[in-house]
């Protein structure tokens, strides 16, 4: 496997005071192992997102992961891919992915994500 293979790339909401704080707290808990993750804030990209084929309101919505081989995944997959790769985290990341708690945990996701954007007036229409 390449470097370039191994190497996250995360569509995140820059904007969003709780998606910065769990990137902070994720490049802490994953110590070295965050230097293979490039943390791109999706604020103002809304043409480089179309070139790689995501939706910018999609990805307002949910997070994206570029896994390097230039899959994009999305929503609790691409939670699952970046938690996977730290130790204290996998566990968390085989939990959510059971397909008992899988569906209840992504209408959960949703819904938080639509109040938390509708509350700071960036509601997509």
Known sequence: MTESEDRLRVFYD?????????????ERLAGRTSDAVEWVDITGRDEE???????PVAALQEL???????????????????M??????????????LPV??????KFYHRWVGERLEKTGRLPK
């Open 84 to 97: 996977s790769r730290v130790w204290l985290l996998k566990p968390l990341a085989w939990l959510i992915g």
């Open 64 to 82: 994206h992961v570029d896994d390097g081989r230039g899959n994009i995944h999305r929503e609790l997959d691409a939670y699952i891919l970046l």
């Open 101 to 106: 708690i899988r569906p209840a945990l992504a």
């Open 49 to 55: 997102l179309k070139q790689l084929g995501i939706d």
């Open 14 to 26: 820059g904007a969003c005071p709780s998606c910065v704080r769990d990137r902070k707290l994720y």
